[in-house]
């Protein structure tokens, strides 16, 4: 297993930028794949992002031109850059790793987009 810890959410006005980051415990090189999720209040959880091990990204339509997934394996760590917020993104994130025999999910972070 890996542990994930998300950092870099908060609130930011329309319009803005945010950097989200997600710290493993140990190496990602080999995970598979790697995602962001978000929830919003009394929605499912989906898919914002994700990114294979060969660098291959995949979007849902209502990030894509707006938000970026990269993945830094020499420091453990996925981002997503988020710009041009709106309010509809206003959800908990989540980053997850799969591969074989792997499921992991982070603890989430908060991303509040209002003025």
């Known amino acids: 297993q890996v542990q994930l810890v998300e950092s870099g959410g908060g609130l930011v006005q329309p319009g803005g930028s945010l950097r989200l980051s997600c710290a493993a415990s140990?190496?990602?090189?080999?995970?598979?794949?790697m995602g962001w999720y978000r929830q919003a209040p009394g929605k499912q959880r989906e898919l914002v992002a994700d990114i294979t091990s060969g660098g291959m990204t995949n979007y849902a339509d209502s990030v894509k031109g707006r938000f970026a997934i990269s993945r830094d394996n020499a420091k453990n760590t996925m981002y997503l850059q988020m710009n041009s917020l709106k309010p509809e993104d206003t959800a908990v994130y989540y980053c997850h790793a799969a591969s074989y025999l792997l499921s992991s999910w982070g603890q989430g972070t908060q991303v509040t987009v209002s003025s």
């Open positions: 140990r190496s990602i090189a080999s995970i598979n794949v």
